[in-house]
Structure formats: C-alpha cells, structure tokens
C-alpha cells in the first residue's frame, strides 16, 4: 500500500480498535504525523503493510490520543 493509503488503514483501525469516531482517528494520524512518527514510512513503503498498520494504530492511538 501507498504512504497514504497506510495513513488511511491506521485512521480506519483507530476507529475500529478503539470504538473512535472518524475525525477523532484522523486528528490523532495528523498529530503522529506532524510529530515524525511515520516519517520511516515515507521513505521505505515496503513497511506500509496491512501488519505494520495494525501495530500502528495500536501505538498512535497510546501516544497521541
């Protein structure tokens, strides 16, 4: 999957993970954004996997909810 596309997988798990409601999961992907936590990803997409994505919302959402 594209960045964006796994920008998009990490909002949509919040919301299902954590019983989130959309614009919340997506203010805590731009807060993780704006604070470098998937800068790795940008620059090597092979770790924009569905796996990474799932251990990704589980992180973003601890750190930045």
Known sequence: MTYEEHLDEVATLIT???D???QAAIAI???AQADDFFSGHDDDPSICTLKRA?????????KYR
């Open 16 to 18: 299902e993970l954590f």
């Open 20 to 22: 989130a409601k959309d």
């Open 29 to 31: 992907v731009m807060r």
């Open 54 to 62: 799932q251990a990704d919302a589980r992180a973003v959402f601890r």
